[in-house]
């Protein structure tokens, strides 16, 4: 027992909460600084990331890429204005994976970065023109995430669109939100529909990105007898399908 004790007290570690931060000089080499992260399941050429990026951001003042962990990259720009293009640009993708791109606060190691959250634009489609409004936008989006912003050009009353579209911050670990139903009178039920622009590859059972068909640590979908799957390739807003089913099933609803 004592010798248990000895070992445990060499493993104590000393509290240090007299370290002095350097704000000025992290603000001057951090403050154009950004992370981006791959989601996928398989580590991806370094190179091959770093070419693709140079190539698909082609900053004008140019920028130094740095390979950090697997899939995670330090992005040094040259100038804000590149810099803030590129997050104003979001969502990415490479090779058919999702980058998480976000900025590297000073105060925070790499490892405190949170990669589990990116912007995502989403169209909510099949709502009447009653409902067309800034506010159910709000509403619907606030369901789904952090609404960012919301693509409203009519007075704020009534869109004459075919759809709604707003920019959420979504929870990429989670199931990709497929859309919802809502009672048109006492007895119909009715569908509305959600698609994402710029949607990388994810795996239609169980609808989450960062990989497909190999590798999947959830359990299957379960879903109930009359329910067909709701995640497919429709739920990407480049996708039309006039005889696309109602019969989903989302379980964040």
Same mark, same amino acid.
């Given at each position: 027992m004592d010798s248990l004790i000895d070992k445990t007290t060499a493993l104590h570690c000393e509290e240090l909460d007299d370290l002095e931060p350097d704000e000025l000089n992290a603000s001057?080499?951090?403050g154009l600084t950004l992370l981006a992260k791959i989601i996928s399941s398989r580590k991806i050429n370094s190179k091959a990331i770093q070419a693709i990026l140079q190539k698909a951001w082609n900053p004008s003042k140019g920028m130094k890429i740095h390979s950090q962990q697997e899939n995670i990259f330090r992005i040094t720009m040259n100038h804000e204005w590149d810099r803030n293009k590129i997050l104003e640009s979001r969502p990415w993708s490479v090779m058919s994976s999702h980058v998480v791109v976000r900025d590297w606060p000073p105060? =925070?190691?790499? +490892?405190e970065i949170d990669f589990s959250k990116s912007p995502f634009w989403i169209?909510?489609?099949g709502l009447p023109p009653n409902l067309m409004t800034k506010s159910n936008a709000e509403k619907i989006g606030s369901k789904i995430g952090k609404v960012l912003e919301i693509d409203f050009t009519a007075d704020g009353k009534i869109a004459w =669109?075919?759809?709604l579209?707003?920019?959420v911050m979504l929870d990429i670990t989670k199931p990709l939100f497929t859309g919802f139903t809502r009672h048109k009178d006492s007895i119909?039920?009715?569908?509305t529909r959600l698609q994402y622009e710029r949607l990388p590859d994810f795996y239609f059972t169980c609808g989450r990105m960062g990989h497909t068909n190999r590798g &999947?640590?959830? *359990?299957p979908l379960v879903l109930p007898a009359n329910k067909s799957n709701p995640f497919g390739p429709w739920l990407r807003a480049e996708y039309s +399908? *006039? &005889?696309l089913s109602t019969a989903f099933w989302n379980p964040a609803v």
């Open positions: 001057k080499e951090y105060h =925070l190691s790499m +490892d169209r909510i489609s =669109l075919r759809f579209r707003i920019q119909s039920v009715s569908w &999947c640590p959830h *359990p +399908d *006039p &005889c």
